[in-house]
């Protein structure tokens, strides 16, 4: 199961070899105004409604209906918002991952005030990245295109020891 891992990871937009070079004066946070040009977001300051669901779990959000995402690796470092459609299957990468998932848990009130942020970083291998940390109860799940299943981020940090070093932290609500 690692290896399978492993390879998904190495193989992906969001960690690749020589990323000084490919990434050479990329800044995330440009990248992120960019995408909140682009589309009407919570995460951007827009004045989209959330649901008020009363007492939101850790289940909740692992339920949600995410599961219709799908990794895919683009060439390009811009930010997209994938939609809320239940039906449409999702394809983007790790960061296309972290904006709609977070955005659309906002929108169906899984998400409290101080339970989330959108990080960007350096993985074991040196590439860039990026995840979702909810906090329930305060303890730390970690949500992306490795960890779909909410894994705890302390387990998480064993998988990958060097990994997950945060650079900045693109959003926290």
């Known amino acids: 199961m690692l290896l399978s891992i492993l390879a998904v990871f190495l193989f992906s937009g969001c960690s690749v ?3 000084e070079e490919d990434l050479s004066g990329y800044d995330a946070k440009a990248e992120w105004n960019i ?10 300051g827009d004045n989209i409604p959330l649901d008020d669901k009363e007492n939101p779990t850790i289940e909740d959000i692992i339920s949600y209906k995410w599961g219709n995402f799908v990794y895919k690796k683009d060439d390009k470092n811009d930010y997209d918002y994938l939609g809320r459609d239940p039906d449409k299957l999702m394809e983007g990468d790790c960061e296309d ?3 709609t998932f977070t955005e659309n848990n906002l929108r169906e009130g899984n998400i409290k005030p101080h ?5 960007f970083g350096k993985m074991d291998d040196g590439g860039y990245h ?9 303890t730390e799940y970690i949500f992306d295109t490795l960890q779909h299943d909410g894994e705890l981020f302390s387990e998480a940090k064993k998988d990958y020891p060097e990994g997950y070093k945060v650079l900045e932290t693109l959003y926290s609500y």
Request: proline share 0%.
């Open 35 to 44: 995408m909140c040009n682009k589309y009407e977001l919570y995460i951007c």
């Open 97 to 99: 991952f972290a904006i």
């Open 115 to 119: 339970e989330i942020k959108i990080e």
């Open 130 to 138: 990026v995840w979702v940390i909810v906090t329930k109860n305060e």
């Open 17 to 19: 070899e020589n990323i």
